[in-house]
């Protein structure tokens, strides 16, 4: 369901004197990861932090319906390292949007729900923001994979699931979720209710997933084979790629297939005027996209 965009009047700190964002996905609860983003936020002084989904640790995904809560890494971990931030850099202190990502466990919404009223981030699943004349989205959920935590998952387009794959009627969730919408929602629809009518020609989507069939959703399965049948190498989201065709946003952001940007040597493409950008990675470093919205083509990519 869409949410009411927040009041223009926010008060949250920031520094507007910055251009710089800094992009990340798929950071899984690492702390050497969280570390090296925590640095480079007190060294560049970023305006804005996107944080793309799959933030908490590894283990809390396959425990998630008996184990230790994932609560514990951000309430013991990620809230006092948002604090010592906030005040160590002051007015500098950026505008963070963070969703979750199929790895993550949906019970730890509430988490994230707290940091935003402690003034530390905004999450942004299903919600959009609007400040300084753009607009910032949020969707987390991906098509169907193979894993049994289907929190973020939805069927595509249609009811279709993939050779290999795991319908959304199948696993489990840890939050409850109505019938009509486990056998019938799709992520086209959800894109369409979220996005209405707006003009999004200074939109930016925060995606867990990548568009189908670009250079930035290409995983590591060439030659696998299900039941005498290939896996498509292709495993975005066909509704991601047609939403980004018909609606042309200013930029959307990507991760969610860590080895993709390795295969292909892509990290961003162009899809019309849209630019589309993927921080996951499947090495040891920290993935980080630099940008200005102003100046979209000469955004760069480090690892750290």
């Known amino acids: 369901m869409l949410k009411e965009p927040y009041s223009k009047e926010d008060t949250m700190s920031v520094n507007p004197s910055s251009s710089l964002n800094l992009f990340v996905s798929d950071l899984h609860g690492r702390i050497e ?179 189908y069939d670009t250079g930035l959703d290409r995983a590591a399965l060439d030659g696998v084979m299900v039941d005498h049948a290939p896996l498509d190498v292709h495993v975005g989201s066909l509704a991601v790629r047609r939403f980004i065709e018909a609606r042309q946003p200013l930029l959307t952001m990507h991760g969610h297939i860590h080895e993709s940007t390795r295969l292909t040597g892509v990290w961003r493409e162009r899809m019309g005027r849209t630019w589309c950008f993927n921080a996951a990675h499947d090495g040891a470093e920290l993935c980080v996209v630099r940008f200005d919205l102003t100046h979209l083509d000469e955004a760069d990519r480090l690892l750290l």
Request: with cysteine; aromatic share 12%; glycine share 6%.
């Open 33 to 211: 990861r969280y570390e090296k983003l925590l640095r480079l936020i007190k060294a560049e002084k970023p305006r804005r932090v996107f944080v793309g989904g799959d933030i908490l640790p590894h283990a809390f995904s396959f425990l998630a319906r008996s184990g230790p809560s994932s609560q514990d890494f951000l309430t013991d971990y990620l809230r006092p390292k948002l604090l010592e931030l906030q005040n160590t850099v002051a007015a500098d202190y950026p505008e963070i949007y963070a969703i979750l990502g199929n790895d993550d466990p949906r019970r730890e919404e509430d988490g994230l729900l707290e940091l935003e009223r402690q003034g530390l981030l905004y999450y942004l699943h299903e919600r959009v923001i609007e400040k300084n004349g753009y607009s910032f989205f949020g969707y987390s959920c991906v098509p169907p994979t193979p894993f049994t935590l289907k929190d973020w998952e939805r069927y595509d387009v249609s009811r279709f699931v993939d050779v290999g794959v795991v319908s959304p009627e199948q696993g489990f969730r840890t939050v409850p979720v109505d019938s009509w919408t486990i056998r019938y929602g799709t992520i086209a629809d959800e894109l369409n209710a979220l996005a209405g009518n707006r003009d999004l020609s200074r939109a930016a989507f925060l995606f867990h997933s990548p568009p």
